[in-house]
């Protein structure tokens, strides 16, 4: 498929060169362009995501509980961001491990990851889940009231 031979021993690869006329998708574009088509929409998501974040503290702060909404609200979203990054590190690692194995030729390797990081992805959700519901009745217990009389 390439029109650079390559080593002997090399890694076959599918993938044509950068400089082949008929190369397509990201391995076409000039590093900046490829960044760009990559970094762009998660750059909107980004900017969409702080929008909502900002129209959530304007919401709850005008509630008039004393702050009690906009401090559930931040608690929720820190519970949120933490199972978020866990899986967004992981994710990254499971790409990376699922890559080199496709690359290397090894596609049982490539399919044990992906395994892998889909039953991690499945922990995770049962973990957000599980905190997701034991969430209600604590926050209760600790904002309300009552439970902060002596």
């Given at each position: 498929m390439?029109?650079h031979?390559?080593?002997?021993d090399?890694?076959?690869?599918?993938?044509p060169?950068?400089?082949e006329?008929?190369?397509?998708?990201?391995?076409?574009?000039?590093?900046?362009?490829a960044?760009l088509k990559?970094?762009?929409?998660?750059?909107l998501?980004s900017?969409?995501?702080?929008?909502f974040?900002?129209t959530e503290?304007?919401?709850?702060?005008?509630?008039?509980?004393n702050?009690a909404?906009l401090?559930g609200a931040?608690?929720?979203?820190m519970?949120?961001?933490?199972?978020?990054?866990?899986?967004?590190g992981l994710?990254?690692?499971?790409v990376?491990?699922?890559?080199?194995?496709?690359?290397?030729?090894?596609?049982?390797?490539?399919?044990?990851?992906a395994?892998?990081?889909?039953?991690?992805?499945?922990?995770?959700?049962?973990?957000s889940?599980v905190?997701g519901?034991l969430?209600g009745?604590?926050?209760?217990?600790f904002?309300?009231p009552?439970?902060?009389?002596?």
């Amino acid at each position: 498929m390439s029109s650079h031979p390559a080593p002997p021993d090399a890694p076959r690869s599918d993938f044509p060169h950068p400089e082949e006329p008929h190369a397509k998708g990201l391995i076409a574009l000039s590093p900046a362009k490829a960044v760009l088509k990559l970094g762009l929409p998660l750059a909107l998501a980004s900017f969409f995501q702080a929008g909502f974040n900002l129209t959530e503290v304007w919401v709850f702060g005008r509630a008039g509980d004393n702050g009690a909404s906009l401090a559930g609200a931040a608690v929720s979203d820190m519970l949120t961001a933490l199972f978020a990054l866990l899986a967004s590190g992981l994710g990254n690692a499971a790409v990376t491990q699922i890559s080199q194995a496709t690359g290397a030729g090894d596609e049982e390797r490539a399919r044990r990851a992906a395994r892998a990081a889909v039953f991690v992805g499945l922990i995770l959700s049962l973990g957000s889940a599980v905190v997701g519901i034991l969430a209600g009745p604590l926050g209760h217990a600790f904002m309300h009231p009552s439970a902060r009389e002596p």
